[in-house]
């Protein structure tokens, strides 16, 4: 006979090695947690993105000629790649920019402060997503021709 | 554990110190101020920015070698950035050393492309 513990606390789920498929549709991470994974995808996403940075530092700054091309780029598409891809590629540039920046000055503020207490962790973890993702909205709606 | 240090370190791990976490901030840095410079400089063009004012943000020799710079802090950032990725995802150690090497590869291809665009100006 089992004998009830009424003091014991809910159980947790608990997880040690996380399976991609089982285990992360349902992996809460707390907001410290998004902006850590997230550092890691925009970081990425921009090392893959390279050739595309460099192409249109290239374009834009080689001459007129090229930089007419840059402009049509993005106002008539290029080749097979209409306008909208090139400026959604674009968009993705700026979050991850933005995102990498806020996130590393984060990081950098930690290291002189020293302050990593889980409160300041949470907050600011807050505000980086809230910056980036504001300051991304206000871009796009300029690239896309909003305002 | 299996021994993993003294003649026994993995050939693809990180240099277990604090030189590649320290030059990852100082780069990160130098790549902060880069953006601020940059920005402070199409903010101050008045109009619309035409190939003119923006391919003269980067005339002067001063911003010639601090772009220079930028891009040799970028290059190693990114190397720093990858490798830590390929270690944490990538186990089989063949496979690792083959996409540590690509890496290297590209960034240093990537730094003279964007090398030859800056003095094209």
Redesign the interface.
């Known amino acids: 006979m089992s004998t009830p513990h009424p003091a014991l606390p809910r159980k947790r789920p608990e997880f040690r090695n996380i399976h991609a498929v089982r285990d992360l549709p349902s992996y809460r991470l707390p907001p410290a947690g998004w902006v850590s994974i997230l550092h ?1 995808i925009s ?2 996403l ?2 893959v993105l ?2 595309f940075i ?1 192409w249109m ?2 374009t ?5 000629y090229s ?1 007419a091309r840059f402009s049509s780029a993005f106002n008539n598409g290029m080749g097979l790649v209409p306008a909208a891809g090139i400026k959604l590629v674009a968009l993705a540039l700026i979050w991850a920019y933005l995102h990498h ?1 806020i996130a ?2 984060r ?2 503020y930690m ?1 002189v402060q020293h302050a990593v207490s889980k409160e300041f962790g949470r907050s600011s973890a807050l505000v980086t997503l809230g910056l980036s993702l504001g300051l991304t909205a206000i871009l796009g709606a300029k690239l896309f021709g909003l305002y | 554990m299996s021994v993993n240090f003294g003649s026994k370190r993995i050939v693809v791990g990180a240099h277990y110190g604090l030189r590649d976490w320290l030059a990852q901030r100082v780069t990160a840095t130098l790549m902060a101020l880069f953006t601020a410079v940059v920005l402070l400089q199409v903010l101050l063009v008045r109009g619309p920015i035409g190939y003119a004012a923006w391919a003269g943000i980067f005339v002067p020799q001063w911003m010639k070698s601090l772009t220079f710079a930028v891009i040799v802090a970028l290059t190693y950032h990114v190397w720093v950035g990858m490798r830590d990725i390929w270690m944490d995802y990538i186990k089989p150690l063949g496979l690792r050393l083959s996409l540590q090497v690509a890496t290297i590869v590209w960034l240093v291809a990537c730094a003279g492309w964007s090398i030859q665009v800056l003095w094209r100006v």
């Open positions: 890691r970081g990425a921009m090392f390279l050739p460099i530092f290239d834009s700054i080689s001459s007129e930089f920046l590393g000055l990081h950098l290291d």
